[in-house]
């Protein structure tokens, strides 16, 4: 990995708006539960230059409504619109706060720098990052070579993650190459 666990920061959500005259900011929220948002402890900029403690006065529409330390009026809400908000990698703890005891959950984060190997054991690649475009999480591994594979993230295409040991193990699928005249043969 890049960099020490413990030193990396997570981004848990993104400033969508200000919301009312009072400076308070609706929060677009990356957590499982959008709470959470505010659950481990005050939010960083990207920099860190700047620290919000959050705290929630509501939800709408899928955001989250709240109030940021020293934002006090709707001009300096209004400016944060777009700003990014992290906390450090230690702050979420070993598992997820709502992993039911004896299940294989991990945060998304902390497959970031892990070896990609196939089924065999052969190197595939590091992951680099995992992303949801609206179809289903996607894991983006970057090769020996320096180029991009990208992998539906299911139980079919990676039927392990061992956190541990600093792998996944990926079953690449079947590729089907498309041919000029439209067919697949």
Known sequence: M???????????????GAHGVRGE????????????????????????????AIKIRGEA?????????????????????????????????KKPKRAPKGTDRWFVADLVGLAAVDTQGAALGTV???ANYGAGDILEVTTPTGDTQLFAFTKR??????????RVVID??????????????
């Open 61 to 93: 529409k899928g955001l989250v409504i709240a109030s940021l330390d020293g934002v006090a009026d709707r001009n300096a809400a209004e400016a944060l619109k777009g700003l990014r908000l992290y906390v450090p990698r230690a702050a979420l703890g």
């Open 25 to 52: 900011v609706k929060i677009k929220s990356f957590t499982e539960q959008v709470r959470d948002v505010a659950a481990y402890g005050p939010v960083e900029d990207e920099s860190g230059t700047r620290r919000f």
């Open 172 to 185: 690449p699928p079947v590729e089907v190459e498309a041919k000029e005249d439209g067919s697949d043969e």
């Open 128 to 130: 680099k990052n995992v």
């Open 157 to 166: 295409t990676v039927p392990e993650v061992d956190i541990a040991n600093g």
């Open 2 to 16: 890049a960099a020490d666990a413990s030193e990396r920061r997570i981004l848990v959500g993104a400033v969508a």
